[in-house]
Each structure stands twice: as structure tokens, then as C-alpha cells.
T-cell receptor
Framework: GQQLNQSPQSMFIQEGEDVSMNCTSS?????WLWYKQDPGEGPVLLIA?????ELTSNGRLTAQFGITRKDSFLNISASIPSDVGIYFC????????????FGTGTRLTVIP | ETGVTQSPTHLIKTRGQQVTLRCSSQ?????VSWYQQALGQGPQFIFQ???????GRGNFPPRFSGLQFPNYSSELNVNALELDDSALYLC???????????????FGEGSRLTVL
């Protein structure tokens, strides 16, 4: 099945710094999404991308749907302590069922 | 607006037993998906229910089965539990794929299953 690789696996950054993470796939997707998961919680949707090349922002978060449809990028500007958590990319190929393929996750730690 | 709720939050079973996990979808959502998340991994799609029928399934054996009820709540049943079934089971609700926003899921906090 499809394998989504995220990098980096983990990041330690100072509060106020910008963060970049990416996700690559061996297969193409029609939709890319980014979710954040806090300890003891389910994932929460951050950004959804529906078109190759699309660049979308949500507050301090910006994500892009790669032109090849095999990758996506997430940037967080001016990080704050509550950005701590695990960030997952997810790809969706078919419509009709929410069969998301999730990445391996990037664990973000923000040092105050 | 009521979010997605799951029960139980934690449970311990032994190998060979059966388990039923429950999920109430978010108000207004008619589609429910179930995911398995092993420790340190991303969630993995088990199946989806829409209009009380399974309409999508991941790479899971038949001993993983489910139900959706008229009020859109759902159950996940796992028979003949194996040690590798130990995981966080996440339920997610959404509008139907016809809404034009595929993949936008609202997850519950999950049920953590430990199989001994």
C-alpha cells in the first residue's frame, strides 16, 4: 500500500522560530491534509489541500500541495509553546470513502 | 455542537476474546470512519460507514467488523483478539463525501485497547 514518509521525525526549536516539515509519497494523491495530535487526543485537522500546486494558510500555518501530487509541505511561523505535538500528513486518493493514508508523523517540541 | 465521543476510553482484554467499541458522531455528520493507531505510528484506515452500510475498507481481516445505527452512531467489533491488536482505536465522523470536502475528519479521543 501507499507509504507516506515525513521528515524530520522530530524537531526541537526555540519559541518564535519558524518550522518546516514535509511529506513524500510513492503514489499520487488527489487530496492532502495536515493533522495535529496532542497526547491523549485524537488528530485535529489543520489544513486541507485539494488541488496540485495549491498553497493554503490557516493563521500561522501554511501548507502546499506539491505539483507532482506526491508531496506536501507544512510551515509554521513564529512558533509558540502550544504548537507542541505530533503533526501528521495524510493523503486521500479516491473520493467516496475517507480512506486516508497517514504519514509517520513529525514530533515538534518548542522550547520557551 | 456535540463532538465525537468514544467509549470505553481504556480496556484490557486477553488473546482470543472479543471486543466492542462505541462511537457517537458529531452532530450533523452522517459518515463514520474507524482507524487503528499503533504506538508511535500514524492512524491506519479500517473501514467507513455511510447510511448504515460499509462503503470502504482498509487492509484489515474480516474479524474486524462494524455497524452504523440510524442515529449515525457506530460500533467496531474485533473477534479473536491477537496481541498485535493492541492499539488506540479512533473513530472519526464527517459529512458525506458528496459534501465536497473529502478527508476532513473529526476524530474522537480514541479507545485504547491492550491485549494480553
Amino acid at each position: 500500500g501507499q507509504q507516506l514518509n515525513q521528515s524530520p521525525q522530530s524537531m526541537f526549536i526555540q519559541e518564535g522560530e519558524d518550522v518546516s516539515m514535509n511529506c513524500t509519497s510513492s503514489s499520487i494523491f488527489n487530496t492532502w491534509l495536515w493533522y495535529k495530535q496532542d497526547p491523549g487526543e485524537g488528530p485535529v485537522l489543520l489544513i486541507a489541500l485539494y488541488k496540485a500546486g495549491e498553497l493554503t494558510s490557516n493563521g500561522r500555518l501554511t501548507a502546499q500541495f506539491g505539483i507532482t501530487r506526491k508531496d506536501s509541505f507544512l510551515n509554521i511561523s513564529a512558533s509558540i509553546p502550544s504548537d507542541v505535538g505530533i503533526y501528521f500528513c495524510a493523503g486521500l486518493y479516491q473520493t467516496g470513502a475517507n480512506n486516508l493514508f497517514f504519514g509517520t508523523g513529525t514530533r515538534l517540541t518548542v522550547i520557551p | 455542537e456535540t463532538g465525537v465521543t468514544q467509549s470505553p476510553t481504556h480496556l484490557i482484554k486477553t488473546r482470543g476474546q472479543q471486543v466492542t467499541l462505541r462511537c457517537s458522531s458529531q452532530s450533523g455528520h452522517n459518515t463514520v470512519s474507524w482507524y487503528q493507531q499503533a504506538l508511535g505510528q500514524g492512524p491506519q484506515f479500517i473501514f467507513q460507514y455511510y447510511r448504515e452500510e460499509e462503503n470502504g475498507r482498509g487492509n484489515f481481516p474480516p474479524r474486524f467488523s462494524g455497524l452504523q445505527f440510524p442515529n449515525y452512531s457506530s460500533e467496531l467489533n474485533v473477534n479473536a483478539l491477537e496481541l498485535d491488536d493492541s492499539a488506540l482505536y479512533l473513530c472519526a465522523s464527517s459529512l458525506s463525501f458528496l459534501s465536497g470536502r473529502p478527508g476532513e475528519l473529526f476524530f474522537g479521543e480514541g479507545s485504547r485497547l491492550t491485549v494480553l
